[in-house]
């Protein structure tokens, strides 16, 4: 008798359109191309244009700030193009990865040309970095608004997006930290200054940390900018052949916007997760800040790597949690449960960093600076209490989207990410501008930084003030928003799931029946 062959059912509880740990990686190695890029720019291209080429703080931030204005045009424009756009044999979204990798890969190398070899005139310097800056911004929204919709489209699972957003924060996480734990090491040079005893140049020495003092090397810069440029490059096309899109995409859209935009403006969720991207992202921008803390306060640039290892340690540590901490209590209400502990820690480090009475205590001895260990030890608490924040967001805004869906009826993924990236592009203006005019009223001046710096004058001291006040209202904004602000908790999502998926299979049904 022939074997009967038997089908194994697929399990009641299995999605559709489940995905799995290798699709979730190919979507992290792109979004680690993207951190290539980005933690780059963000982090040290204010220190290229101030100690590089010499730029004052004041003039910097204003090409910052009138460059992210272009971004209200830009940005909406990415959006209509995206969406609009229909479906190809290889996605909807997909094709932007090869499409825009290489002009996005060189308008960072771009950024980091030594120019100032060519040129001394500042002005013309200027001019130099506005082209530059305003490219690389045209070319990360137009590779951000359809690589964030394309997890939409990858899948329509919870869990699967859950997995997604996880995947992409360790994505952001490794290629953040390539960026982060390495430059410091390769950037900089040792800072050379003449012996008035002798005449000869010698290492310069900072009188009250005794370390030796480096400053930031145009050439090293570029070098390391070319680099992340081509890596970032590679990441885009594996990410291109490792993902597929699972859910439908219109094969005409036919998009009204002012109807979109107005539908978004007034939805509660929508709002709050674009208050919270300007909030996180301006953050994340202001971290960069610390490189001139690192440098001109502790007089150690070394200090950036543990610095990194404490913001990111707590996420590696609950990155394979969250997902299903995520499917069994909801986002939400890990976001707003702990990122508290990031608002305390912001504050308290504020109040104690910037009250000399207090570190004379800590220290046991007056007229000392606030120790970097316990500085180091705040971030870890910090990055501790913003990790559910950071390893879930994206899924939230996916949440966002098909909440829209479910209130409206109308579905465009490029539209939502379209203001969302606006909102997140305005917390870097606001950080990178505000940060830049209060290096200048700290009275910055990358020539006569560390030699003697800390004793000379009070400019380090105000350093340490911007870079932990500002966080400490930050945070506090963003754990208010998440746990008083964001409605949809996981009991309120249920129902939407279940909305959204009865659609997707009635509208397959009519498909195949058609």
């Not at 038997?6 to 992290?28: F, L, R, S």
């Not at 680099?227 to 036919?254: C, D, H, Q």
């Not at 000392?368 to 879930?392: E, H, N, R």
């Not at 746990?483 to 939407?496: H, S």
Request: hydrophobic share 45%.
């Amino acid at each position: 008798m022939a074997k009967e062959k038997v089908k194994k059912e697929k399990p009641v509880n299995d999605h559709p359109n489940k995905i799995g740990i290798k699709e979730a990686a190919g979507y992290t190695v792109a979004e680690a191309g993207n951190m290539f890029n980005l933690t780059y720019i963000s982090s040290y291209l204010k220190l290229f244009m101030t100690d590089v080429l010499k730029i004052a703080p004041a003039q910097a931030g204003i090409m910052f700030i009138i460059s992210r204005l272009w971004d209200c045009i830009n940005d909406p424009i990415w959006g209509a193009m995206v969406a609009k756009k229909p479906p190809k044999h290889d996605g909807k979204f997909r094709p932007y990865l090869k499409w825009v990798a290489l002009p996005l890969g060189l308008s960072t190398i771009l950024c980091f040309v030594p120019y100032h070899q060519l040129t001394s005139n500042t002005t013309i310097l200027l001019i130099i970095c506005y082209i530059t800056y305003i490219f690389y911004g045209m070319m990360y929204t137009g590779m951000n608004i359809p690589f964030g919709s394309l997890a939409s489209v990858i899948t329509d699972d919870p869990n699967g997006r859950n997995l997604l957003s996880t995947f992409r924060s360790i994505g952001s996480g490794v290629g953040g930290a390539v960026v982060s734990l390495i430059a410091p090491f390769v950037i900089y040079s040792v800072k050379m200054v003449q012996d008035p005893a002798t005449n000869e140049m010698v290492q310069a020495i900072d009188p009250v940390t005794n370390e030796v003092i480096k400053e930031a090397d145009g050439n090293k810069m570029f070098i390391f900018g070319l680099l992340m440029g081509i890596f970032s490059i590679i990441a885009y096309f594996a990410g291109y052949k490792t993902t597929k899109e699972r859910v439908p995409s219109e094969a005409e859209p036919n998009v009204d916007f002012k109807k979109t935009y107005l539908g978004l403006l007034k939805s509660r969720p929508f709002v709050t997760v674009a208050l919270a991207g300007v909030l996180i992202s301006g953050q994340l921008q202001f971290n960069s800040f610390n490189t001139y803390l690192y440098k001109n306060y502790f007089t150690n640039t070394s200090l950036g790597v543990l610095g990194t290892v404490c913001n990111y340690l707590p996420m590696v540590c609950l990155v394979l949690f969250t997902p299903k901490l995520s499917a069994k209590y909801g986002k939400k209400e890990l976001c707003g449960k702990f990122s508290i502990i990031a608002a305390i820690a912001s504050v308290a480090l504020a109040v104690c960093a910037n009250n000399q009475d207090i570190i004379d205590l800590i220290n046991g001895t007056k007229g000392g600076i606030f120790p970097s260990w316990l500085f180091m030890l705040a971030l870890l608490l910090i990055g501790f209490g913003y990790t559910f924040v950071s390893l879930t967001c994206w899924a939230v805004v996916m949440d966002v989207i098909d909440y829209q869906e479910y209130k409206t009826g109308i579905r465009n993924e490029s539209a939502v990410y379209a203001v969302y990236t606006f909102s997140r592009k305005l917390g870097q203006t606001i950080a990178d501008g505000a940060g830049l005019f209060l290096l200048q009223w700290a009275k910055y001046d990358s020539e006569t930084a560390g030699n003697g710096f800390i004793t000379a004058n009070d400019t380090s001291k105000k350093i340490m003030f911007i870079c932990t006040i500002i966080p400490a209202f930050v945070y506090t904004g963003v754990w208010l928003l998440m746990r008083f602000g964001y409605p949809l908790t996981k009991e309120r999502l249920e129902p939407i799931y279940a909305f959204i998926r009865e659609k997707r299979e009635k509208a397959e049904l009519e498909a195949a029946e058609a």
